[in-house]
């Protein structure tokens, strides 16, 4: 039961992309304690941007407490954080938390901000543990791009609508 409702984090990576948030347990997995996600994502130079909220909630909306999170590889080409936040949940309709949806909730953000005027790929590791000390190890791949500033840009897409 514990296991099902610690993939907060998960459920709100959603919010950023999809991620595997399969709460099943490989026996390799359960015997180091530790579940390994890698994910691939875009970021702009000189941007801070959310990859991912973590929390962990009870069925009868209350926080999990007891976690801890670490940055435990930094990325060369711009900086990482995690740093405390609050959100609202997004549990889908058919979880019992979906509730909880309401409010907003207590947790950590994991932050990246690439370097400005780089462009090029970067990367990051953290890792959640939980307390009955089973761990999750998200690597974040990124794809570091310099702002869009030509017609094809944000902007000029905007304009054709």
């Given amino acids: 039961m514990l296991k099902s409702m610690l993939f907060a984090s998960a459920a ?35 941007n801070k941007m959310t990859l991912a909220n973590l929390f962990a909630m009870t069925p009868d909306c209350s926080v999990v407490e007891g976690w801890a999170y670490e940055i435990i590889k930094q990325p060369e080409h711009g900086t990482a954080e995690i740093v405390p936040t609050t959100v609202f949940p997004t549990w889908p309709k058919d979880n019992p938390r979906y509730k909880c949806n309401e409010h907003k909730v207590d947790a950590h953000a994991v932050t990246y901000t690439a370097k400005v005027g780089y462009k090029g790929p970067d990367s990051l590791t953290y890792v959640e543990i939980g307390p009955n000390g089973l761990a999750w190890e998200m690597t974040y791949h990124l794809n570091v791009r310099l702002f869009p500033t030509t017609s094809t840009g944000p902007k000029a897409r905007d304009a054709r609508k």
């Fill in 12 to 46: 709100m990576l959603a919010v950023v992309g999809s991620v595997n948030a399969d709460d099943t347990w490989t026996a390799e997995e359960n015997l180091a304690g530790v579940k390994k996600t890698e994910v691939v994502r875009y970021a702009f130079a000189g």
